[in-house]
T-cell receptor, first 111, second 109 residues
């Protein structure tokens, strides 16, 4: 089944404790992206990647890192999480200019 | 750079029609439309590439006016299952993707 998987689905952490949210897709898509969704603000792009070893900043990259060492994986790293990074995070993949397939989302709470 | 959607919210009775608009200040390569149910991930509806084409399936269609950098989503004879938040997504020449702030659509019996 074609899908994008994210782990974990729910995460509660404390300020400053490094964390990684994994994202994996099995559709051989070149394009992968991370978004955060906050009430009233819609979905905002954090980082995107056009292919392996190629990543670019989206609209709200501050406080986040990504890497694309393999085509299927695109982890999101928060080196020192802060409460303003509490949000719902989505990973997505596509073969441009086509459909973006979204993962199920990761709810992050930073205390 | 985030596209502007209107209206922010709309309530319809079953069978009524609705139009959701999306406007961007940047030249667009494509416009995407997604629907998101509460607590779920956004689901793709359709993509429109530059050229002013109109696409659709069943009772949901969309248009894209490249010159005005605007797109509209048309929902006809709405059903209860149409309820959700609709997002337009815009792609400019640079691969960065922007979503609008969303339009909450509620269909009531």
């Amino acid at each position: 089944e074609a899908q994008v998987t994210q782990n974990p689905r729910y995460l509660i952490t404390v300020t400053g404790k490094k964390l990684t949210v994994t994202c994996s897709q099995n559709m051989n898509h070149e394009y992968m992206s991370w978004y955060r969704q906050d009430p009233g603000l819609g979905l905002r792009q954090i980082y995107y990647s056009m292919n392996v070893e190629v990543t670019d900043k989206g609209d709200v990259p501050e406080g986040y890192k990504v890497s694309r060492k393999e085509k299927r994986n695109f982890p999101l790293i928060l080196e020192s999480p802060s409460p303003n990074q509490t949000s719902l995070y989505f990973c997505a993949s596509s073969s441009p200019p086509g459909t973006q397939y979204f993962g199920p989302g990761t709810r992050l709470l930073v205390l | 750079q985030q596209p502007v959607q209107s209206p922010q919210a709309v309530i319809l009775r079953e069978g009524e029609d609705a139009v959701i608009n999306c406007s961007s200040s940047k030249a667009l390569y494509s416009v995407h439309w997604y629907r998101q149910k509460h607590g779920e991930a956004p689901v793709f509806l359709m993509i429109l590439l530059k050229g002013g084409e109109q696409k659709g399936h069943e009772k949901i269609s969309a248009s894209f006016n490249e010159k005005k950098q605007q797109s509209s989503l048309y929902l006809t004879a709405s059903q209860l299952s149409y309820s959700g938040t609709y997002f337009c997504g815009t792609e400019s020449y640079g691969n960065q993707f922007y979503f609008g702030t969303g339009t909450s659509l509620t269909v009531i019996p």
